[in-house]
């Protein structure tokens, strides 16, 4: 694919991807990828990249399809670099696959064309269970079932509008290995979910852990990072604070001085008007070139800001919405990402983006009576 259709495909006109009694702008923008600005589907299902950001494992292939460094995925959102040969390297978020699956059956169900699993008739209701849709017949019978009778069955616009709804909903999780049995256990040994017959069996000799207790010492041990994390938003919101008061300083400046050049300049005759435009140019200049120095500064300190709060967002997500297997098996590239972005060192302190003022030349006064008095001369030279 050309980069000229990866830029047209990557068009940043979004439709409104479910009606207003539901769309949110958090919403949206949980299920939207980054990188093509489009819904996730299955076609586009979202993962999860290095740095924790999400982004459609079309737009992960199209990624390393043009990169010249082979292997390698830029986030559109932080710009920071994942390793992966194609999309299936990357763990599927099923936190935004499972709201994404919900919105795209919301709009189906609108336009008439999500059908009842019993039957033929519309669905408008989601067993989060079991997971299938059901219209309003075979939702009474599902839920007067003696077999599931303790399934949670909503409709798709009370998911998207509370979607904590579904964070209360117990997901049953079956071993690998033996498929009646439910997973109790996590074998830090092999990375795998395993059940009690396997904690007996195969994996009797690594190193295993009860779900609850496994997920416990994990969320203690990012409490423990996210001290040194407030530390650090704390320290750039407060730089970013001290570049913002420079910016009006600066422009506090720029007034006085524009002032001073009109009291001066009023002072000599129309021949030096020139001399005042001269000053007013650089006085300009040196406002856009001391704003623009400290605004960079400003973007960079808040990116820093949005990847810190972003990390932190994703953690605690992780720990309200994803079961306990889901949340260990990324426990690894959590811990890296947030101890990088944690140690990421700062480039500047607050001392050294004061800004500048801009000095008038002290002289300027005298050279302009200098002046005067000189075309005066010249003037009765010639006149005599």
């Known amino acids: 694919m050309s980069k000229s259709k ?3 495909s990557r068009s940043r006109t979004k439709a409104l991807l ?14 939207t990828c980054k990188g093509c600005f489009k819904q996730f589907a299955h076609n586009r299902v979202p993962k999860i990249l290095n740095c924790l950001h999400n982004m459609c494992s079309e737009c992960i292939n199209m990624s390393i399809e043009l990169n010249n460094d082979k292997n390698k995925v830029l986030c559109p959102t932080c710009k920071n670099h994942s390793v992966g040969k194609d999309s299936e390297t990357f763990r599927t978020h099923s936190y935004v696959q499972m709201l994404s699956d919900i919105a795209h059956c919301y709009q189906e169900q609108l336009n008439g064309s999500l059908k009842c699993i019993g039957c033929s008739n519309v669905a408008g209701l989601r067993c989060l269970t079991c997971n299938e849709n059901y219209c309003q017949e075979h ?13 949670k069955v909503l409709s798709f616009k009370q998911i998207l ?3 904590l709804l579904v964070s209360t909903i117990k997901r049953e999780e079956h071993c690998p290995s033996h498929k009646k049995k439910m997973v109790e256990f996590f074998c830090f040994t092999c990375k795998l979910p395993i059940c009690t017959v396997c904690a007996l069996s195969n994996h009797k000799n690594c190193v295993y852990e009860e779900l609850s207790i496994a997920v416990s010492a994990l969320k203690e041990k990012f ?6 994390f407030n530390r650090k938003a704390y320290n750039l919101k407060k730089m970013t604070a001290t570049l913002d008061t420079g910016v009006k300083q600066i422009e506090g400046d720029f007034g006085h001085s524009m002032a001073n050049v009109g009291d001066i300049t009023d002072r000599i005759m129309r021949q030096l008007r020139q001399r005042e435009s001269a000053l007013n140019l650089q006085i300009e200049d040196h406002r856009k070139d001391s704003q623009g120095e400290l605004r960079i500064h400003q973007s960079l300190v808040e990116d820093k800001i949005a990847n810190l709060e972003s990390g932190v967002d994703f953690v605690d997500t992780v720990f309200e919405y994803w079961s306990p297997l889901e949340v260990l098996t990324v426990e ?16 500047f302190g607050c001392e050294d983006v004061k800004p500048k003022a801009f000095d008038l030349p002290p002289d300027l006064e005298t050279n302009v009576v200098g002046a005067i008095s000189c075309l005066e001369n010249n003037w009765m030279a010639k006149k005599e």
């Open 6 to 8: 990866l830029k047209q």
């Open 18 to 31: 479910i009606d207003s009694e539901v769309s949110s702008e958090k919403l949206q923008d949980d299920i």
């Open 139 to 151: 939702t009474d019978f599902h839920v007067r079932s003696r077999a599931t009778s303790h399934h």
């Open 161 to 163: 509008n509370a979607p």
């Open 223 to 228: 409490d423990n990072l996210k001290p040194a």
């Open 332 to 347: 690894n590239d959590i811990v890296r990402r947030l101890t990088e972005l944690s140690a990421e060192p700062e480039e």
